[in-house]
């Protein structure tokens, strides 16, 4: 049997039966003690964080936000590679070192390398999130990003020198690698590091990252556009290198997530680490009830799940948890996004001309910066993730059928009709960023359990990637002329995949808006609707309840624990 929490509801009164000279009993009677004081303390943190307001939580954690704003950072690399590759198809010194010459004599990637470079780092990610599982969990957190800081260095090399298409796409491919294993760590780690107050926030930051690596990108290949030589685009490749300094430095010097230390069992360095995270001039926190809270939440687990591995997420409950979150991450490819990566040549072909393109993209990627912020302001005001989500769908739906429906305006309005595919992007992309966007990182977050949260998590974010390469193979016959050239038309494909995601989650989706890792886990053990999660009341400390948890478990899993 688990140690904690279901032991200690045993009686202390029982004690030292079994052992006739009592020492025995005298043991038991102490552990019992001991455990009952943990319990208590559990209870106790877990009752102030949920209490916690914003400011109380900025004030306290103060160096946490610092440290997880810092490796949410790592996520604007690949939103720069991304901005890079899918702006440069309309970008003609690249066209012309990497593409072929068409009848009139431009030249254009073919919409088989276009879906290939668009998928070589997808492809790569994918793997780097099943490592990952394996990896950090073994590992850590600091560890693991140090050393995919590194590879990604060197990498960059190969995006610099590339002689042709091929050795860019094997670029695309190995630095694909460490991304996938940024994308899981980053959320898991501003999950870990932060109370329920920040939670929503912190996560959310790691998609405003992703756009400020966008916003960056398309700024570069704006700069670029006057030139016509080969380092108007090995340039921005070589900007690349900027990233790695001071990121190795804040990780370097970041603390190790306390809860992946109690998954440890290394208890002191967890302490350490809490009290690295948090400001020391608040007399009402208590560091060691800061830890009984997440030895009870992961014991708790324990006692739900009694392994940790891959195969564990389809099974139980954990197999709820685990469709949720990969219907989450995949929601957001299958919502239009894909098709709005490839905004500045979409709108080319729309009948834009000149910079008009890339200033729609640039406004375009503006808005993916400050979306988070919106939301931010959004939750802060009471709204839920679920209702967010849910309604940001909708809107999205709209946008695309809008989007496709101006396919239907006579060639002759081509340029005013390009206009207003822009702006329909631009509230589509306004949309998503606010919600969509941002909201799926605290939703994976937490929705995973803490044990399975990594495997979890790449998993779900697999799923993305998966989606994402079979849209990119896609979405080039679609917008490209010389292949299916749907133009306008794509909006109406992607509008009824978006009314699809939108019918799922409005029946699937729950709300765990303000709500601990532990009530969370009791809510999806005991199969709450997801409609029903908002209102559902629980008591991660009821004595009954962990009764019901230690019955429930398969015998099994009993004697694993013993």
């Known amino acids: 049997m688990a140690v904690f929490p279901i032991e200690l509801l045993d009686e202390p009164s029982n004690a030292g039966k079994n052992d006739a000279s009592g020492m025995l009993g005298e043991d038991d009677g102490a552990q019992t003690k001991a455990e009952a004081s943990m319990f208590s303390n559990a209870a106790a943190a877990t009752d102030r964080e949920l209490k916690m307001t914003l400011k109380q939580g900025v004030k306290l954690y103060p160096k946490a936000i610092a440290y997880s704003m810092a490796i949410g950072m790592l996520t604007a690399m690949e939103g720069y590679d991304l901005s890079l590759v899918s702006n440069f198809y309309a970008f003609e010194p690249f066209n012309k070192k990497y593409g072929v010459q068409l009848a009139d004599g431009t030249y254009n990637i073919p919409a088989s390398w276009q879906s290939a470079l668009s998928n070589g780092s997808q492809c790569g990610q994918v793997i780097g999130l099943i490592i990952n599982g394996f990896v950090a969990e073994r590992f850590g957190y600091r560890k693991t990003i140090l050393v995919c800081l590194i590879w990604l260095a060197a990498v960059t090399t190969i995006f610099f020198c590339a002689p042709n298409i091929q050795t860019l796409l094997v670029g695309e491919i190995l630095a694909g690698l460490p991304w996938g294993v940024f994308q899981s760590i980053a959320v898991s780690y501003a999950a870990e590091v932060c109370p329920v107050a920040l939670r929503g926030y912190l996560t959310a930051w790691v998609n405003t990252c992703w756009g400020i690596g966008q916003l960056i990108g398309i700024g570069v290949i704006q700069s670029m556009l006057d030139r016509t030589?080969?380092?108007?685009?090995?340039?921005?490749?070589?900007?690349?290198?900027?990233?790695?300094?001071?990121?190795?430095?804040?990780?370097?010097?970041?603390?190790?997530?306390?809860?992946?230390?109690?998954?440890?069992?290394?208890?002191?360095?967890?302490?350490k680490s809490l009290l690295r995270l948090t400001s020391r001039n608040d007399p009402t926190f208590d560091v060691d009830q800061t830890i009984d809270m997440m030895r009870h939440t992961t014991e708790l687990e324990k006692d739900i799940t009694t392994c940790a591995s891959y195969l564990d997420c389809f099974k139980g409950v954990n197999l709820r948890r685990n469709e949720l979150v990969c219907m989450i991450w995949a929601t957001q490819n299958l919502s239009g996004f894909t098709f709005s990566t490839y905004s500045t040549y979409f709108f080319q072909q729309a009948g834009l001309t000149g910079r008009a393109p890339y200033d729609f993209s640039m406004g375009e990627f503006g808005l993916n910066t400050i979306g988070t912020f919106i939301a931010w302001g959004l939750m802060a005001i009471g709204f839920g993730r679920r209702t967010l989500y849910v309604g940001g769908l909708a809107g999205e739906f709209v946008a695309l059928l809008c989007m496709g429906?101006?396919?239907?305006?006579?060639?002759?309005?081509?340029?005013?009709?390009?206009?207003?595919?822009?702006?329909?992007?631009?509230?589509?992309?306004?949309?998503?960023?606010?919600?969509?966007?941002?909201?799926?990182?605290?939703?994976?977050?937490?929705?995973?359990?803490?044990?399975?949260?990594?495997?979890?998590?790449?998993?779900?974010?697999?799923?993305?990637?998966?989606?994402?390469?079979?849209?990119?193979?896609?979405?080039?016959?679609?917008?490209?002329?010389?292949?299916?050239?749907?133009?306008?038309y794509a909006g109406f494909f992607w509008a009824g995949i978006c009314f699809l995601c939108f019918v799922y989650h409005f029946f699937r989706l729950p709300e765990p808006t303000g709500k601990s890792f532990a009530e969370i886990d009791i809510l999806f053990e005991r199969k709450t609707p997801a409609r029903k999660f908002k209102k559902a009341h629980v008591n991660a400390f009821d004595v009954a309840l962990h009764h019901q948890v230690a019955e429930d478990k398969p015998e099994s899993q009993h004697v694993e624990n013993a």
Not at 229 to 256: H, N
Not at 413 to 434: E, P
Not at 447 to 467: D, E, F, M, P, W
């Open 229 to 271: 030589d080969q380092r108007a685009y090995r340039i921005p490749y070589g900007l690349m290198w900027m990233w790695y300094p001071p990121l190795i430095v804040a990780i370097a010097l970041a603390p190790e997530s306390p809860w992946w230390l109690v998954r440890r069992g290394r208890l002191a360095d967890a302490k």
């Open 405 to 488: 429906f101006m396919g239907l305006v006579q060639k002759s309005n081509q340029h005013a009709s390009g206009l207003a595919t822009g702006s329909l992007m631009l509230i589509w992309s306004a949309m998503y960023m606010v919600t969509v966007a941002p909201l799926a990182y605290p939703l994976v977050a937490e929705i995973s359990t803490r044990r399975l949260q990594i495997k979890t998590v790449a998993l779900g974010r697999a799923a993305y990637n998966v989606v994402a390469i079979c849209a990119n193979v896609l979405t080039p016959y679609m917008v490209n002329p010389t292949a299916w050239n749907w133009g306008n």
